[in-house]
């Protein structure tokens, strides 16, 4: 009785028998990449807020009353970029939508940017006086919350929508509702503060 042929462990066809490794696809590395990004610095920006929000302030403090409205008006600019870049997309001009979403985060930055010199050198937040707390205090901590998600939200879908990502669509749908509320409760919590019903 002839015994069964063994391959020799080294031989081509045992070599072949075992999986190859494959490296990882560039594009999955590079996503992973910077979604680590924009998560570093998403935690970096909230933590800036609530540290200028807890730090004991300046003892030299500079004039920063007109930065309130100023603030608000760079959420309006947003909002309104928003809802055209929106529109925008709809109507299949995919440049102009590009351009008008890159000017919407630049108003948004520009907000982040004079909150953070406010609440840094004022003397801390004005406290609502109105009539109406019931409606201000949830428009305020709803914004808050949301305010804290749209900062990773908004940058993933920036860049893959730069990028032509398969799942930029998806995100916006998210991401477009949110930073509008966003823009828009922004602009309302100014006008209860210092409207004339404040």
Same mark, same amino acid.
């Given at each position: 009785?002839?015994?069964?042929?063994?391959?020799?462990?080294?031989?081509?066809?045992?070599?072949?028998?075992?999986? &190859?490794?494959?490296?990882?696809?560039?594009?999955?590395?590079?996503?992973? =990449?910077?979604?680590? &990004?924009?998560? $570093?610095?998403?935690? @970096?920006? &909230?933590?800036?807020?609530? =540290?200028?929000?807890?730090?004991?302030?300046?003892?030299?403090? $500079?004039? &920063?009353?007109?930065?309130?409205?100023?603030?608000?008006?760079?959420?309006?600019?947003?909002?309104?970029?928003?809802?055209?870049?929106?529109?925008?997309?709809?109507?299949?001009?995919?440049?102009?939508?590009?351009?008008?979403?890159?000017?919407? =985060?630049?108003?948004?930055?520009? =907000?982040?940017?004079?909150?953070?010199? *406010?609440?840094?050198?004022?003397?801390?937040?004005?406290?609502?006086?109105?009539?109406?707390?019931?409606? *201000? *205090?949830?428009?305020?901590?709803?914004?808050?919350?949301?305010?804290?998600? $749209?900062?990773?939200?908004?940058?993933?879908?920036? /860049? /893959?929508?730069?990028?032509?990502?398969?799942?930029?669509?998806? $995100?916006?749908?998210?991401?477009?509702?949110?930073?509008?509320?966003?823009?828009?409760?922004?602009?309302?919590?100014? @006008?209860?503060?210092?409207?004339?019903?404040?």
């Amino acid at each position: 009785m002839k015994s069964a042929r063994r391959t020799p462990l080294f031989s081509p066809a045992a070599v072949y028998s075992f999986p &190859v490794l494959q490296p990882a696809a560039p594009a999955v590395t590079s996503e992973r =990449f910077w979604l680590t &990004v924009i998560g $570093i610095f998403s935690v @970096a920006a &909230v933590a800036a807020v609530v =540290f200028v929000l807890t730090a004991p302030r300046p003892s030299a403090r $500079i004039d &920063v009353s007109a930065l309130p409205a100023i603030n608000t008006a760079w959420n309006g600019t947003a909002a309104v970029l928003l809802v055209c870049a929106f529109i925008a997309i709809r109507r299949g001009k995919v440049s102009v939508h590009r351009a008008l979403v890159l000017a919407a =985060f630049a108003s948004s930055t520009l =907000f982040l940017t004079g909150y953070l010199i *406010y609440h840094g050198f004022s003397g801390g937040a004005r406290p609502y006086e109105g009539s109406a707390p019931w409606l *201000y *205090y949830p428009i305020l901590v709803s914004h808050i919350a949301f305010s804290v998600m $749209i900062v990773p939200l908004a940058l993933v879908t920036l /860049r /893959r929508g730069w990028t032509f990502h398969p799942g930029h669509r998806t $995100i916006a749908r998210i991401t477009l509702p949110i930073w509008l509320y966003v823009s828009v409760t922004g602009v309302v919590v100014y @006008a209860l503060l210092y409207g004339p019903a404040a």
